[in-house]
């Protein structure tokens, strides 16, 4: 029974482990500009939004559990911008509808459509809004914070996503979490109030650019980093339970963060103003419903029953549809 016992709790942190730095931005973070992104709302929108901070904040990370169970939802985070064109990419087609004449609906989906999927979204949200259905809002809203915060990572508009390309294997779990994860409590989240987004299409196009105009900056200053620095100091090793993984230094990842000039920091705060901008702006396009007087409509059973089953995947921590980003060694780096 005690060995039982010990199994469990072992299974137990290397789910966590495993399941905290696969994509996008980690856990950490996207639970972290989910949080802050309330605070960048108008006085109208606290009574759900304040009261409801805990709920925004856990269910940030929803869309990453849910791709352990569903095989459309990988390409909703990403968009492989340089499979079709090199920034600024003025001739790619930035309406779904071009784009799908241009390249074909199957091909945008095996290279990401997290530009188009935002959007979606945003409609989703403001029929919540419209209906007054506080679960559907906050679900949505939760789910919506998450894709926009994808937006924003410059790893996600790239096939060499993970570095596999260009022998930087590691690199996305390094950006998006280890230095976030290290250094995003001292970063400075001050990001003023959310605006209102005007042409929502052209707006996310912008962010998705500025991510892609950033990634030779996120993988060139890794490769000269790495030329300069000792090799023996570059990475060490962390207990996480009763594991021990191999990570990046905290002198490396410092030297790295300073080195992009705190680029990570501007990404982060950056989604944080973007969440709340697209709350805001669906808030309004809805008719700036009451939030006070809103209907607490449960879920339908087959609505549990989908999210119980998403859940138990997640826990189980079998494989994931579409692209596999632990190639780290659950947030470690292998040999
Ligand atoms: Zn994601």
Sequence with gaps: MKTYFKNYILLLLLIIIGTQNTY????????????????????????????????????????????YA???????????????????????????????????EDTL???????????????????????????KILKTAADLGHYMADAHVPLHTSENYNGQMTNQVGIHGFWESRVPELLGEDYDYFVGKADIVRNSNEWIWNIVLQSHQALDT??????????????????????RGETTVKVYSEEFTKAYDKMM?????????????????????????????????????????????????????????GRQYGRQHDETGKDGIKN
């Design 24 to 67: 996008a931005w980690g856990f950490w973070a996207h639970k972290r500009i989910n949080r802050l992104a309330v605070f960048t709302l108008p006085p109208e929108m606290m009574p759900l939004f304040k009261d409801n901070i805990e709920f925004l904040t856990e269910h940030a990370v929803d869309p990453d559990k849910r791709r």
């Design 218 to 239: 996120v993988l060139s200053f890794d490769r000269t980093l790495k030329a300069s620095f000792p090799s023996d100091r570059i990475y060490s090793y962390e207990q």
């Design 109 to 135: 989906k095996e290279y990401g459509i997290v530009p188009w999927h935002i959007q979606v979204m945003m409609g989703r949200l403001t029929k919540a809004f419209q209906e007054k259905d506080k679960l």
């Design 261 to 317: 000039g705190d680029l990570v920091e501007r990404r982060l705060r950056a989604s944080v103003l973007s969440v709340g901008s697209i709350w805001f702006t669906c808030w309004v396009n809805a008719g700036q419903p009451d939030l006070r007087k809103l209907v607490d409509k449960p879920l339908s059973e087959e609505e549990k029953k989908q999210e119980q089953e998403e859940e138990k995947l997640y826990q189980q921590g």
């Design 70 to 104: 569903i095989n459309d939802e990988a390409p909703r985070h990403y968009i492989d911008l340089d499979h079709y064109c090199t920034f600024p990419c003025k001739d790619f087609p930035k309406k779904w509808n071009d784009a799908v004449n241009k390249y074909t």
